[in-house]
């Protein structure tokens, strides 16, 4: 049994998802398991808000390296939620 907080496992902070709050989105890293319905349930639970939209985006993983050491990075998994008007999330005070 999954929790909310099992679903989403931080908030982006960038520059293109500060830019995205303006238009009411927010941007979270999820689990790479967690579906679009599991994601909007978790934020309207959690914040207390409104979703009316939510895409995912997957990012493969990189191959890397650091002082000649080679690495990947791993998978990432971001969900971009559209909030409902008159809703809003402020990402960087927390839960």
Do not use: C, W
Not at 78 to 94: C, P, S, W, Y
């Amino acid at each position: 049994m999954t929790t909310h907080y099992d679903v989403i496992l931080s908030p982006v902070i960038t520059e293109k998802s500060t830019r995205l709050s303006e238009t009411n989105q927010v941007v979270f890293r999820v689990t790479k398991d967690a579906t679009k319905p599991q994601i909007a349930k978790a934020v309207e639970t959690l914040f207390k808000v409104k979703v009316k939209a939510v895409n995912t985006i997957v990012t493969k993983g990189k191959q890397k390296a650091f002082r000649g050491k080679r690495f990947y990075k791993s998978d990432v998994k971001k969900a971009i939620v559209t909030l409902a008007e008159g809703h809003q999330i402020d990402v960087t005070t927390g839960l």
